[in-house]
């Protein structure tokens, strides 16, 4: 996917704790809670302070979320949390196979005899990855190559 069609952060709203709520240029919309990256991470630990964890802003024309003390996190990682939380790991493994084999939207929409929408929709968690789309790309990573 080039970056110019990748999903971008609209707007950010700090809710209760260490929870946000993200909003993509796509149209989605998650709740994200990053307690978990505040625990483990030195670098994100600020942000368990109410004051600080409410100067989250989109910067860099939607390519990063960032914060007053320096914590940021690239729009595309984000998303992906994002989709981990909401229970859509199908959709993570099919970005991570995307990106292994370097496809555009177009080329893989090629590969597996789909629409380019259709491999978008699978990418940004918008729709659920079908099995056999995920056996597809099984079989590619082994070896196979879709018939032409």
Same mark, same amino acid.
């Given at each position: 996917m080039s970056k110019s069609t990748?999903? %971008?952060?609209?707007?950010v709203r700090t809710l209760s704790g260490v929870t946000l709520e993200v909003?993509?240029?796509h149209g989605r919309q998650?709740?994200?809670d990053l307690s978990a990256l505040a625990d483990e991470f030195?670098?994100?630990?600020?942000?368990?302070?109410?004051e600080q964890f409410v100067t989250a802003q989109v910067t860099d024309w939607g390519w990063t979320l960032e914060w007053e003390c320096g914590a940021s996190l690239d729009s595309d990682r984000?998303?992906?949390m994002a989709m981990e939380q909401a229970g859509l790991q199908a959709n993570i493994e099919f970005r991570h196979?995307?990106?292994?084999h370097h496809f555009t939207l177009s080329a893989a929409a090629d590969v597996l005899g789909l629409t380019r929408r259709t491999v978008s929709q699978y990418r940004t968690g918008? %729709?659920?990855i079908p099995k056999v789309v995920g056996l597809a790309c099984r079989a590619i990573d082994m070896g196979a190559h879709a018939p032409s």
């Open positions: 990748a999903p %971008r952060l609209e707007s909003r993509y240029t998650f709740i994200i030195d670098a994100f630990a600020p942000l368990k302070n109410p984000v998303l992906e196979w995307q990106d292994r918008s %729709r659920p």
